[in-house]
């Protein structure tokens, strides 16, 4: 049983910021084993398809160029959770954000590795 819930989304206007949050809850990722997983973070907009925005692994964070040097990923494995902070935000960043974790045998940009995923939460920028 693995459920995977993210908060946070809103909207804002051009160059705000937002912190998202992933809780995993659940017997996969209970008794320390959240800090195995890989975790990551994709979006998907009203006509585009689900992309990588960043990950975390062991070995350190992934992002994808369209948010290189605005995002930050981090995570608490204390607390299960995993976090997205967003800055300087753009309109074309306006989709809805999913929280995913992958074993860590896993690629971290890569869609198909990841097993669980959270239903999402929208983020909209305005000009």
């Known amino acids: 049983q693995a459920q995977l819930v993210e908060s946070g989304g809103g909207t804002v206007q051009r160059g705000g910021s937002l912190r998202l949050s992933c809780e995993a809850s659940g017997d996969t990722f209970s008794g320390g084993k959240f800090g195995s997983y890989i975790m990551g973070w994709f979006r998907q907009g009203p006509v585009e398809d689900r992309e990588f925005v960043a990950g975390m692994t062991w070995g350190g964070r992934a992002y994808g160029d369209t948010v290189k040097d605005r995002f930050i990923i981090s995570r608490d494995n204390t607390k299960n959770t995993l976090y997205l902070q967003m800055d300087n935000l753009k309109p074309e960043d306006t989709a809805v954000y999913y929280c995913?974790?992958?074993?860590?045998?896993?690629?971290?940009?890569?869609?198909?590795?990841?097993?669980?995923w959270g239903r999402g939460t929208q983020v909209t920028v305005t000009e």
């Open positions: 995913a974790a992958a074993s860590p045998e896993g690629i971290v940009n890569s869609i198909s590795s990841y097993e669980y």
